[in-house]
């Protein structure tokens, strides 16, 4: 079965970095375009970055362009997000994802919260 596996959250100071990681297993990863999305409290779920199944293309919301770097190592099945410049308004649950066309299926690991703030 589809298992995403996050982790690398944490509190951080305005201004501070993290990376986050989400372990895939469960299907062939190097086939698939995957994503990351955040919930902060009280809003909707947002897209905030993807890549291509190869890793040579990436897409961002526009908030965290130049701030955020989404990679991927197929060979570890593992999709990262690089956290830079942290900034309160990025305080959510950060998940990973991803889509399956051809069953029109999402799948979601379980989340890991991103606090920042001094």
């Known amino acids: 079965q589809v298992q995403l596996v996050e982790s690398g959250g944490g509190l951080v100071q305005p201004g501070g970095s993290l990376r986050l990681s989400c372990a895939a297993s469960?299907?062939?990863?190097?086939?698939?375009?995957m994503s990351w999305y955040r919930r902060a409290p009280g809003k909707e779920r947002e897209l905030v970055a993807s890549?291509?199944?190869?890793?040579?293309?990436?897409n961002y919301r526009e908030s965290v362009k130049g701030r955020f770097t989404i990679s991927r190592d197929n060979a570890k099945n593992t999709v990262y997000l690089q956290m830079n410049s942290l900034k309160p308004e990025d305080t959510a649950v950060y998940y990973c994802?991803?889509?399956?066309?051809?069953?029109?299926?999402?799948?979601w690991g379980q989340g890991t919260q991103v606090t920042v703030s001094s």
């Open positions: 890549i291509s199944s190869a890793g040579g293309s990436t």
């Open positions: 469960g299907f062939t990863f190097s086939n698939y375009a």
């Open positions: 994802n991803v889509f399956w066309r051809m069953t029109m299926t999402n799948y």
